[in-house]
């Protein structure tokens, strides 16, 4: 009977006792900081979800140099780019000359590429009709007649491969005042005359919306541009389905359907998920769900993101600074050696330490959470040193002659005459903490820098100030909090104003 009973549970057993369900693919996106990444990878990330799998976009991620660095190291799954960002920038150094060995030179990777979607994104250089029709400019090598000429390119386009050093050298440019622009910004400057060209984008809907003249790249310095996908070996293995639904872009998307793309976003603000919805409705037949977060939910969203950043970096700094503001007071030669170290970390531009922490610690939080903790030293450091160094020798002296230990010294005698400077240098660290880790969103941590990053991108001044308003009073909480820990914890002697 025993066994009877054991043979019919085996092969009626409902589904609890039974198999376990199969585990959603993961699949990680990502876009680089421009409207357009950002649709595509939007369509690359629903797509990937209407075939089950748990898809997320590491949307607005950066430039080029940390997208191919996190897919290299699997930190992401798969990307759009660009064929000539591939040859020029990528592999900047090696002589690539066709598909062929753009294939091979990825393959040594591991990582494979698309056929093209079906448009040339090509850089440009363009001018505001009106000075262009003026000078009688119509394409680049015209430049060389008007050295006066004030050009402004994206800060990617300054210093890559197929950037503004080797288009200066190709064309012979005589220009001097030439300065790095977020692409975006570039725009407002082209508009108000403060330059008078810049790298275009030849998909970007702003070209005809401001009515600017496309130079014409007479001496063929740019390659072409054509838009793939980039992805890891891999998924020809863990989603064969899902990645042949997104190579059903191939050759869907021609050049007029992209700037059109684009200028939804750009020029009617339209968000890129409905975009990407509307695309993948339209053209592949697929009814991804899309919900639109609330103005609250998203605000609750970020600051739990923002927070987290600040808390750990911060406590930690809090943690290891004071010991080392102590060290620095004890052992005088060894603590100039501290406060050197300190103050060169503080002199490093808060982007390039971000930068440098990915390959340490790849993309997200913890590379901001690193960058953060190290830019909050400083402030504690030196704060924890001075207050230790002003304290009176006599009140030294009399704790020693007291017989007090050191260890007891420190905790009972120095540290609470030090504490309101100590206070003091980690409210400065608290507010500087705050301000810097929007900057963590260009590389995927979040927090307030994701609405502001937005706004820019999208001229949007009202998801510029979601960002900045709430991140400028997150500051104010923080040292309004410390300043309620000053009154409360300090000794009150301490506390009165001298007269």
């Known amino acids: ?65 940390i997208l191919w660095s996190s897919l290299i190291s699997g930190e992401i799954d798969i990307y759009p780019e660009y064929t000539g960002t591939i040859a020029k920038e990528i592999f900047s150094g090696r002589s690539i000359k066709d598909e062929r060995q753009l294939r091979e030179a990825l393959a040594e990777h591991g990582i494979l590429m698309s056929r093209p979607l079906g448009f040339n994104n090509t850089y440009v250089l363009g ?35 197929d950037g503004w050093p080797g288009l200066r050298s190709h064309y012979g440019l005589p220009q001097k005042d030439v300065r790095g622009l977020d692409h975006d910004l570039a725009y407002r400057g082209l508009q108000t ?161 971000l930068v440098f922490m990915i390959p340490l610690l790849g993309i997200g939080t913890s590379p901001a959470i690193a960058a953060l903790f190290l830019y909050s030293l400083l402030p504690i450091v030196r704060n924890t040193y001075a207050g230790l160094s002003d304290i009176p020798p006599e009140i030294t002296e009399s704790s020693m002659a007291l017989g007090l230990p050191e260890g007891a010294r420190l905790r009972l005698v120095e540290l609470p005459l030090a504490s309101r400077s100590i206070l003091a240098g980690i409210k400065t660290s608290s507010v500087i903490n705050v301000g810097t880790a929007t900057l963590g969103a260009l590389i995927g941590a979040g927090g307030y820098g994701q609405p502001i990053l937005t706004g820019i991108r999208l001229d949007n001044t009202g998801l510029i100030l979601e960002g900045a308003v709430p991140a400028a009073l997150l500051a104010l909480a923080v040292q309004g909090l410390f300043e309620v820990f000053e009154r409360t914890l300090l000794p009150k002697g301490l506390l009165l104003k001298p007269e």
């Open 1 to 65: 009977m025993i066994k009877l009973l054991t043979l019919l549970l085996l092969i009626y057993s409902p589904p609890v006792f039974g198999a376990a369900e199969k585990t959603p693919v993961e699949i990680k996106t990502a876009s680089k900081k421009f409207t357009e990444s950002v649709i595509l990878g939007e369509i690359i990330t629903q797509i990937a979800r209407t075939g089950g799998a748990r898809a997320t976009h590491r949307s607005q991620l950066g430039g080029t140099r």
């Open 193 to 353: 005359g403060s330059i008078d060209a810049m790298d275009l984008y030849s998909t970007d809907a702003e070209i005809s919306y401001y009515n600017i003249r496309r130079l014409h790249d007479d001496l063929n310095y740019f390659p072409r541009y054509d838009a793939v996908i980039l992805y890891r070996k891999e998924l020809l293995k863990s989603a064969p389905e899902i990645l042949g639904q997104i190579l059903e872009l191939e050759g869907r998307i021609d050049e007029p359907k992209m700037v059109g793309l684009n200028a939804q976003a750009k020029l009617h603000r339209i968000p890129e998920q409905n975009i990407a919805a509307g695309f993948l409705s339209e053209h592949l037949s697929l009814s991804p769900a899309v919900s639109s977060a609330t103005f609250l939910s998203r605000l609750w969203r970020r600051t739990m993101e923002h927070l987290f950043l600040v808390a750990i970096s911060l406590s930690a700094a809090i943690v290891i600074s004071i010991p080392l503001g102590i060290l620095s007071r004890r052992h005088k030669s060894f603590g100039q050696v501290i406060l050197g170290a300190v103050g060169i970390i503080q002199t490093v531009p808060s982007l390039a330490l």
């Open 127 to 161: 001018m505001k009709e009106d000075v262009a029709v003026s000078l009688g400019i119509e394409k680049i090598s015209d430049l060389q007649n008007h050295p006066g000429l004030k050009l402004a390119f994206s800060n990617e386009f300054m210093d890559r491969g």
